[in-house]
């Protein structure tokens, strides 16, 4: 059973970090997070190879703004031997094929907007206040398996505050969840000892892949357009010009698309 294992840097046991007026989000959490975020997803390596998994990529998505760059979050001296890694910025269509068996998010939130929603955002804190898929408000646990399912890979595990796994239940269905914390707040939250977290990680990664039949690729059918929201009129034209899409006053990015993998 070959397996990809996504981790995040938001969604870990005991994260909330700081509001700082500069960067949105501070960096007093920060190496707290890296140290977290590697102890779940060695519990999720754990897990998968008790239900049988033998080939294993863990993939750094996480990015801690002013303290880490995007995909070098982890500590990987810690993460088990004999997995591989991605790092280093790498999106999700440059690492996952058809050749996975199954994928599992960890360290996940909510979308932008989710008032319960720890450190809730969809990609950029700092750029995107909403996201809409054809009509309908989307966050990054439904793009990001969405992406995956494209190459016929079904995710069957997430982790991520209570918001969070309420999202991934409510775009892929039933899903194994692992909740790590229930939000207050932005930046408050009531959650579960670290160890405590990591010991359900495990768990939850071994019942998914061990009921891996009942789990299929999420699929919408396209075309997909996808309507960006910036904070700012300059954001959102930035955003355009990147990605090919056109710009829409006041402050949206507007992209159309019949492949799912060109939305981000």
């Excluded at 932008?112 to 909403?130: C, I, K, P, Y």
């Amino acid at each position: 059973m070959k397996v990809y294992i996504a981790v995040d840097s938001e969604g870990s046991a005991c994260i909330v970090r700081e509001k700082d007026p500069e960067t949105v989000y501070g960096t007093w959490q920060a190496e707290y997070i890296r140290k977290q975020a590697t102890a779940e997803a060695a519990a999720a390596v754990e897990g998968a190879r008790e239900a049988g998994a033998t080939d294993i990529l863990v993939h750094d998505v996480g990015f801690i703004r002013g303290h880490s760059p995007i995909g070098l979050v982890l500590h990987y001296d810690d993460l088990p031997h004999g997995i591989q890694i991605a790092l280093g910025g790498a999106a999700i269509k440059q690492v996952i094929d058809e050749s996975f068996d199954a994928a599992i998010l960890l360290g996940h939130h909510a979308m932008a907007g989710t008032s319960d929603g720890v450190l809730a955002h969809t990609f950029s804190s700092a750029s995107v206040e909403r996201m809409t898929l054809n009509g309908e408000a989307i966050g990054e646990i439904a793009i990001e398996a969405l992406q995956i399912g494209h190459f016929g890979v079904p995710v069957v595990m997430v982790s991520a505050d209570e918001a969070g796994c309420r999202e991934a239940k409510e775009w892929l269905g039933e899903v194994e969840i692992a909740p790590t914390k229930r939000g207050l707040a932005t930046h408050q939250a009531v959650s579960l000892h670290p160890a405590d977290a990591c010991e359900l990680i495990r768990s939850q990664a071994c019942a998914a892949l061990s009921r891996l039949q009942d789990f299929t690729p999420f699929a919408l059918d396209p075309p997909y357009e996808l309507l960006i929201d910036c904070f700012t009129r300059q954001q959102a034209r930035i955003r355009a010009e990147s990605k090919g899409g056109e710009f829409v006053p006041p402050r949206g990015c507007f992209i159309k698309t019949d492949n799912c993998l060109d939305l981000i």
